[in-house]
C-alpha cells in the first residue's frame, strides 16, 4: 500500500470497530490458556509481522498528518486534543493479556503498526499520541509516572496532559475550563479519580480481567503517589530523533533525552485501591409474591475503605455489559448479556433505577417489584470513601441482571 492510498482509505469508524474484534480473539489467536500467558513479552507474532509488511511503503509522517486531519480537521489546541482524546480511547484498548513486542522483547513503537493492530498500553498509546500531534508541528513529550506513561501536549503557552490509556470516552480533567499539566494535576492529586471511567475498558473488554486484576488502584496512585514511583524520580522523554533516524521500525523512539521534572508534587500516604466488580453469587425469583432476592460476595478493596453498595432496579438496560460472567454458574441464566460493539457510548453511565435504587451495607437484598413491570434489570455498584469524596459516582458495577417476571 501506498501513502496517499492508506490516507485516502481511513475511515475512523473502521478502526474504532476493528479494536474491539481483535481483543475478543486473544486466547484462541495464541493457543494458550489465559494462565500461560506471559503478560509481557507474548504476542501475535504472525499478525504483527504480516501488519508490518503492509505497512512497509507507506511514509510515515504523511500518513500520520493526513490521519491527524482527518481526525481533528481545522480545529486546534484544546478542541484538538479533545477529539484526538475521544479517538484513542476508542481504538487503544488495554488488553491485560498480551501487548505488541517483537520477538526480542522489545516493544513495538511505529504509529502505523499500532493503528493497525488496536490494542495497546499505556506506553504504545502515549507514544502514538506525540506521533500523531508532531506530525502536524506541536511539541510533545512523555511522562514517567509510578509504573504508568502519559504523554503532554504544548498549545496555547502551556503543558497539558494526555491520558489515552486508563479512561474511556474522552474523559478528562478539567481545572477552570482547561486541561492542566500534569505539574497542575499534582497539586490537586485526587482530582483524576473523580472520572467515571477509570479502568472501564479493560475491564470490560478482556476475559479473565477480574481474576488478574481483582481490584484496581485509583489513578492517582499512578499519578501521585511517591510508593509506586519505588524510589525513582519523576521523569519526562524528550523525542529528538531526526528525520533519517525515524526510519528504521521504532520510529526514532530509540532517540530522545530524559529531562528530571523537579516540580511535580508527589504525596506520600497508603495507596488508594477502587472496589472490585461484585460477584453474583445467587438470584432467586419467586412468580407468586415477585421477589427477588440476590446475593454477592463481598467486593475487594485494598485499602478497606468500602462503605457499601447501591442497587439499581430499571425496567430498561443500562446498554453495556462485560464479555464474561463474573459469578456463579447458577447465576449466569439471569445475566442479561455479553458486551458488544454498540455498547460503547453508554459505558460509564449510571444505570436505569426508575423502578428503584437502594443502598446496603449487606452483600445481599431482597426486592419487591410492582405488578407494573414485565421485565426487570439489576445492576449492583460498590462505593467507598475515598471515590465519594474525589467526587467520583460511577464506579466498577456488576453485570447486569435480567429478571423475566411472568416467566
Known sequence: METEEYIQNFHLADYERASYEIIRKTPERLKKNIKDIDRIYDYDFKLLYKTEKEMQNIDRRRALSGVFYKICGSEEGKRCHELMLQFLHRISVHNPLIQPVYEDNSLVTDPLILLELGEMRCGHVARLTCDLFNSVGYETRLVQLGGHVIAEIWYD????????????????????????????????????????????????????????????????????????????????????????????????????????????????????????????????????????????????????????????????????????????????????????????????????????????????????????????????????????????SVFKVSNELKIIMDR
Request: charged share 30%; hydrophobic share 30%; glycine share 6%.
Open 157 to 392: 503557552n502551556a503543558w497539558h496532559y494526555f491520558d489515552a490509556n486508563i479512561f474511556s470516552k474522552g474523559e478528562t480533567v478539567y481545572i477552570d475550563g482547561k486541561i492542566p499539566s500534569i505539574e497542575e494535576l499534582s497539586y490537586r492529586p485526587f482530582l483524576i479519580d473523580s472520572l467515571n471511567t477509570s479502568h472501564f475498558e479493560m475491564s470490560i473488554c478482556s476475559a479473565g480481567d477480574q481474576e488478574l486484576y481483582p481490584y484496581s488502584l485509583y489513578p492517582s496512585s499512578f499519578y501521585f503517589n511517591v510508593n509506586n514511583y519505588r524510589g525513582r524520580d519523576c521523569y519526562i522523554y524528550i523525542k529528538t530523533a531526526t528525520e533519517m533516524e525515524c526510519l528504521d521500525k521504532k520510529y526514532g523512539w530509540t532517540f530522545y533525552k530524559t529531562v528530571k521534572d523537579e516540580n511535580r508534587v508527589l504525596y506520600n500516604s497508603e495507596i488508594k485501591y477502587e472496589p472490585s466488580v461484585p460477584k453474583i453469587k445467587e438470584v432467586i425469583y419467586n412468580k407468586a409474591s415477585r421477589n427477588i432476592w440476590i446475593k454477592w460476595e463481598n467486593s475487594q478493596d485494598n485499602n478497606e475503605d468500602l462503605l457499601g453498595y447501591q442497587i439499581f432496579v430499571g425496567s430498561r438496560s443500562r446498554n453495556y455489559d462485560y464479555d464474561h460472567f463474573i459469578g456463579e454458574e447458577k447465576a449466569k441464566e439471569y445475566w442479561s448479556g455479553p458486551y458488544n460493539d454498540s455498547m460503547y457510548e453508554d459505558v460509564g453511565n449510571l444505570p436505569n433505577a426508575d423502578i428503584g435504587k437502594y443502598k446496603t451495607e449487606d452483600t445481599e437484598i431482597e426486592i419487591e417489584i410492582g405488578r407494573n413491570y414485565k421485565v426487570v434489570y439489576v445492576t449492583i455498584m460498590p462505593y467507598d470513601k475515598h471515590g465519594v469524596e474525589a467526587g467520583r
